[in-house]
């Protein structure tokens, strides 16, 4: 055991519950500062966690969820609206079932997480082998699905009552008809170095993932060389999360239909998770969940923190606070 300043940890989950332990009085001790296992202590009572589990889920729920294609099973067996999924590990399969899913189609792993290697939106068939086969260089098989155009919106729940609800955007830079589209996300990632180190805490992630960034331009008719207009902004590429290098709003409650929290609630209680994401696609939020107007993407076991008490827009919901609260017992 040994002491540890706050403002050395990198690891934003670890950095948000330790500021709230300090505001709430919970002493705090770094066991492991290589993957930041703490022990945290107040009124007799102590809980260990680290930078990749709160310690609140079980072994076989944080199983359930890191296997999509498991967790859609049980979320379909519920009448929860999902997408049709198929599962592949070659090209073979892959070509057998995939007039089976509509275009535009969307190919992951089956098992990941953090969006890596998910490809959207994907028109064609010779799209998709070229996606597909950069999947499986990396994961034993993968899904398809078909592609369904929404917000991103994660709901988090934490002991079955949701308490954070969030949007999610997707990378882009605005051109300047001067620079290459390489070039401008040069540029972008400058400024965000800066804006990081100006707020002492990291509020936004490089963008990275050329190869991804490519193939999505390219479908565009673009490229890294591209140069783009004056003032137009350019989406990089259409997945939202934060680690892809995207940025988010936090939402209140009245902007959704009360629906779309009950059925997170229940969905947590399906999958038997003390504390859970839940990302959503959502046509629109005011309307209930019906299949036509959403579609349940995942359940993240260890969701991220940042997206609900560190937003770029909207108010901090201080989640790490009520997470520490429910673990020590606190009102």
Not at 83 to 104: A, G, H, N
Not at 128 to 157: C, H, M, T, W
Not at 258 to 264: A, K, Q, T, Y
Request: proline share 5%.
């Amino acid at each position: 055991m040994f002491d540890y300043p706050l403002e050395k940890i990198e690891n934003t989950n670890i950095y948000l519950l330790l500021q709230a332990a300090d505001k709430l009085g919970i002493g705090w001790t770094m066991l492991d500062d290589d993957r930041y296992e703490v022990l945290l202590e107040k009124n007799g009572l102590a809980h260990r966690f680290h930078a990749h589990s709160f310690k609140l889920n079980s072994q076989q729920s944080i199983r359930l969820t890191k296997h999509k294609y498991q967790t859609h099973r049980l979320l379909e067996t519920h009448n929860v609206p999902v997408l049709t999924k198929i599962q592949v590990k070659s090209e073979k399969e892959y070509l057998k079932i995939y007039d089976q899913i509509p275009f535009p189609q969307v190919i992951k792993p089956a098992e990941g997480e953090k969006g890596r290697d998910v490809y959207l939106n994907i028109p064609n068939q010779a799209t998709a082998l070229k996606a597909l086969g950069f999947v499986l260089r990396n994961y034993f098989s993968a899904i398809v699905e078909p592609y369904f155009l929404g917000q991103d919106i994660r709901i988090l729940v934490l002991n079955h009552q949701a308490i954070g609800l969030s949007r999610r955007h997707p990378p882009e830079v605005v051109g300047n008809g001067l620079d290459t589209v390489s070039q401008l996300i040069k540029a972008e990632n400058q400024h965000r170095r800066i804006l990081n180190q100006k707020s002492g805490i990291r509020m936004l992630n490089r963008i990275n993932n050329f190869k991804r960034i490519a193939w999505y331009l390219e479908k565009q008719g673009l490229s890294l060389s591209s140069v783009i207009k004056k003032g137009k902004s350019l989406k990089l590429q259409e997945l939202p999360n934060y680690s892809a290098g995207g940025w988010v709003e936090t939402l209140d409650v009245s902007q959704i239909h009360p629906d779309f929290i009950s059925l997170s609630e229940k969905m947590s209680r399906l999958a038997d998770l003390t504390i859970v994401g839940i990302d959503w696609l959502i046509k629109d939020l005011p309307k209930p969940p019906a299949e036509a107007n959403c579609a349940v993407l995942e359940l993240n076991s260890d969701p991220g923190l940042r997206l609900h008490d560190l937003p770029n827009q909207g108010r901090s919901q201080h989640i790490a606070e009520e997470v520490l609260k429910y673990i020590f017992d606190l009102k």
